[in-house]
């Protein structure tokens, strides 16, 4: 089952690391680059709620790129695997594998260039100056884009009310934390408006539809003797990750 999202309350997967750097290798930085020059050519920006303009800059990329599809090419991985690498190595075998899929580069184009960077890894980088994009780039980081939209339909819960967690069947990418499955909980915030999620998971998330603050007391997930005093969980989910709780 692919459910690498959130598995916190799993045990026996440490040593669990305190390393505060943002970036633990001078590697990472780049890929963080390019996954944001991604997102701020990606095909759906002409749509967003902050403006765009895709007629200032040339790109060759044609894909829509979010955080979504981070997170999916990522937690797409085998579980193995994804238990194995570090966090941006997540990123970079995600980013490298939605290139190989979309066909800007085969698998044999792929290891040679690994190939030529592993025994050069000085040997120089293609560049290309392409200054509309660097300031699409900059734009994007300044303005980003929003998954709120307007509601078009009452909310089928309200403060106050029991929830059940669904258990919705296991795909790729998911936004339900393994941990809170048919788990009941009270609705602490309804959240104006509603919230899309770029990429449809499979799993009933997607389309745009009301977000929930529930809470959830930790006993019922870890037992007894597994938290401190005075505890509660909030989690923010999907309606369509919530049940009417009999």
Do not use: C
């Amino acid at each position: 089952m692919k459910l690498q999202h959130y598995i916190g309350g799993l045990q026996n997967l440490g040593p669990v690391s305190t390393d505060t750097r943002v970036f633990a290798e001078e590697w990472e930085k780049r890929i963080f680059g390019i996954h944001t020059a991604m997102m701020a050519e990606s095909a759906h920006l002409p749509n967003a709620r902050p403006k765009y303009d895709f007629d200032a800059f040339d790109t060759s990329f044609k894909e829509v790129w979010t955080w979504a599809s981070l997170r999916t090419g990522a937690e797409g991985m085998q579980p193995f695997e994804y238990f194995k690498f570090r966090y941006y190595e997540k990123w970079l075998m995600g980013i490298m594998q939605f290139f190989v899929d979309q066909g800007y580069i085969t698998e044999k184009e792929l290891a040679e260039k690994i190939d030529t960077y592993t025994q050069d890894p000085k040997a120089d980088l293609p560049a290309k100056e392409n200054p509309g994009l660097a300031n699409q780039i900059r734009k994007y980081l300044t303005l980003g884009d929003s998954a709120r939209k307007p509601l078009k339909h009452a909310t089928k819960f309200n403060v106050g009310d029991r929830v059940l967690v669904a258990d919705p069947k296991a795909v790729e990418h998911t936004r339900l934390p393994g941990f809170l499955r048919n788990k009941p909980g009270v609705v602490k915030l309804v959240y104006p408006d509603s919230y899309t999620y770029f990429v449809k998971t499979g799993d009933g998330i997607g389309e745009p539809m009301p977000v929930y603050q529930v809470a959830f007391e930790p006993a019922v997930m870890w037992g007894d003797s597994a938290y401190e005093d005075n505890v509660t969980i909030y989690a923010d989910l999907f309606e369509a990750y919530l049940l009417p709780s009999n």
